[in-house]
Nanobody
């Protein structure tokens, strides 16, 4: 089970930190990722952090503004979001995959319900 928290309403230029707590799986064995979906849009990849070496990869739209990290001792993955823009408004979900890594939605095995982020202009 993956449970996100930390969403909310923030002004443009502000920051939020999302958390995703995992249970029922061996967290350290999973590559984790964040995706987002705005109304009327398809779900899109945001960032991923690999299980083995902790390497990260970001969508171009968030590179330099967002940072993904994980704490295996707490079974939690984070998304620090800075310099937020109105176009970042979406429902943010975390996801886990046991094998491989990447940005393809269908390759992820487990999903959380999401947390809403709204950025006002």
């Amino acid at each position: 089970q993956l449970v996100e928290s930390g969403g909310g309403l923030v002004q443009a230029g502000g920051s939020l930190r999302l958390s995703c707590a995992a249970s029922g799986l061996t967290f350290s064995r999973y590559t984790m990722a964040w995706f987002r979906q705005a109304p009327g849009n398809e779900r899109e990849f945001v960032a991923t952090i690999r299980r083995n070496d902790g390497s990260t990869y970001y969508a171009d739209s968030v590179k330099g503004r967002f940072t993904i990290s994980r704490d295996n001792s707490k079974n939690t993955v984070y998304l620090q979001m800075n310099s937020l823009k109105p176009e970042d408004t979406a429902n943010y979900s975390c996801a886990a995959r046991l094998y491989g890594s990447g940005s393809v939605t269908a390759d992820y095995n487990y999903w959380g319900q999401g947390t809403q982020v709204t950025v006002s202009s």
